[in-house]
């Protein structure tokens, strides 16, 4: 499988491909804009001493998340297709580490 | 450069093959070794039980085989030889010529390998660990010498070896199956490798992480376990069986896929309800994430988490139901061959039933406070690993060995093996259910008379023998095979319906002249009925490219090997950090010259693969 036997010449769907490289580039770069941004006010939050722990904390986990999400998606190509088996399991891991921490926090009282 | 790449001596073949067939082999011998020093220790454990006041071995030294015993029939034994199975036929199974990381499986093979040796070097290092293979960390932290660092350092090492076969499994039945093997054509055992592999993926982690833990407490002056410091020793159970609960499944999932290729096979049908087969695999896969405190009940989490653990227990019991029935609808109607594997898997049913039953007894989280730690749920967890797992490792050498190695293991003997073995485990296992229910606790190196456990445990020693036995014929058959077993076709059991008994018996080292195109459920079948001769192939036939061998994945293991016993023995003597250092340099140093040395490997070329296809279709 690993071998393309029939990929043929390389030089095919060119101009498709240049514009397509283009067109992940922009959202490249707006994706890292942002996340530079989402950092910013990371720190912010963190700083500004008018917000309590209880607010600060939960928000840039939440921006954490918004984070890892540009990540996989824009920069690993998460977005691309064929990558639905590499989601299933990455969301499947999740579930089962939510899952665990989940009961710890509910069920198990140590 | 591939003449003269072969010719070798067989050792240094074997010592550097990145060949999955040939590592299927040395997963064998070297599982096979480790099932037998698992039954030396049980068959101490039963000579020791077999009477009352018995000084066969000490208290002390019982504990350490009792604990040698579990470690290595889960981690040596049971996981290796599975991995030898799949080695041997998944690739071929999914029409592929090699796993998709063959210098990986390798390094998975030598990692478990070296891990292995590093633990049972502790029998001649100041004694084995002795705190149970589940090594509780209230226990474990306590016990003197280092057979406990001897535990949690080997099973760190081979752990690594699991994780890499199983993400190498994974990758491998992903990408690389042939042309038309859809996910819901592939045969059973390679869906249940696939699942298997990736609850190894996932349970394999928390054991690292809680063997960390351990390992800086006993090693390191860390204090993760240890309540007078701040730490708690309720979390090694936690992390212990959330890996623990689903290493389970991993056992015992490829059992259940090597039954269904079995029992297909010599029912001569397709197997019943495939889809729903695959659904009940993928199901018990995924709740056996959500189970691991039923081991726990008696820990003292409470009623809501006792009954919730339990309820989620107790679910398991459903998919599981529906493979049995699948099962026994496939052989309804069926035209049955009794062979030595369709032995097992019909001595299996009943078996697995019943350890499936008081599993679910052992769920009902009231009743295991009278179960708990009783001989009850020694005879629960041998009916479930033996009956399951070993009858199908059995079963499954026996089936594949021809494809393996190329020649037919002797039926009679095969039988006889079968019914020593079956017999000896229900003789062993059935009657501790009633030792455990009389009060006899598990893990007791002795008992005194006059409490009625007296025959029981006699009977259970007498079985041990049985099963003894059935395993020293099994040796004898394979020995006697080995010298004067006749040539195995490429169909060796005339009614193969996957793909792997469409090439010659054993594999050529391409596996595929050419790949394969896979045309329905059951491929070879599917050409049969057909009344073709052989496969439908994919590509026309050309330069094969193989991976070079390599000797790196030994050196990267006897690295981290040697590191362990320098970091082991680093308090007690001033060379062990130095030691410690040098083998986790050889470790990095082979990994590092990995990755610089360019390694093309090489070609097989068409006129050799011509020449070998005619010599093979002669034999």
Redesign the interface.
Known sequence: ???H?NSGNPNVDLAYRRKKNAEDMKHQVISFALMIFLTLIAFFAVGYDKFSPWFSVPFIVLLAIVQVGFQLYYFMHMSHRGHE?PAL?LY??VF?AF??IW??MT???? | MSTVARKKSLIWDYLTTVDHKKIAILYLIAGGLFFLMGGVEALFIRIQLAVPNNDFVSAGLYNEILTMHGTTMIFLAAMPLLFALMNAVVPIQIG?RDVAFPFLNALGFWLFFFGGLFLNCSWFLGGAPDAGWTSYASLSLESPGHGIDFYVLGLQISGLGTLIGGINF?VTI????APGMTYMRMPLFTWTTFVAS?LI??AFPPLTVGLIFMMMDRLFGGNFFDPALGG?T?IWE?LFW?FGHPEVYILVLPAFGIFSEIISTFSKKRLFGYSSMVFAVVLIG?LG??VW?HHMFTVG??P??NA?FAVATMAIAVPTGIKIFNWLFTLWGGNIRFTTPMLYAIGFIPSFVMGGVTGVMNATAAADYQYHDSYFVVAHFHYVIVGGVVLALLAGTHYWWPKMFGKMLSEKLGKVTFWLFFIGFHLTFFIQHFLGLMGMPRRVFTFLPGQGWETGNLISSIGAFFMAAGTIVLLVNIVITTFKGKKAEADAWGDGRTLEWAVSSPAPEYNFAQTPLVRGLDALWVEKMEGKKGLTPA?PLGDI?MPNPSFLPFVISLGLFISAFGFMYHKDYSWGLMVGIVGLLITFGAMFLRSVIDDHGYHIHKEEIMEAEKKGAKA
């Open positions: 499988m690993e071998n036997t088996l399991f499947s891991g089962v899952l665990t009961a710890f069920v198990i009282w140590w | 592929a994974l992903v990408n690389m199956r990736a993926l996932f708690n309720i936690h959330i995924f994430f959500m405190a989490m409470g809501i988490a919730i590509e490219h």
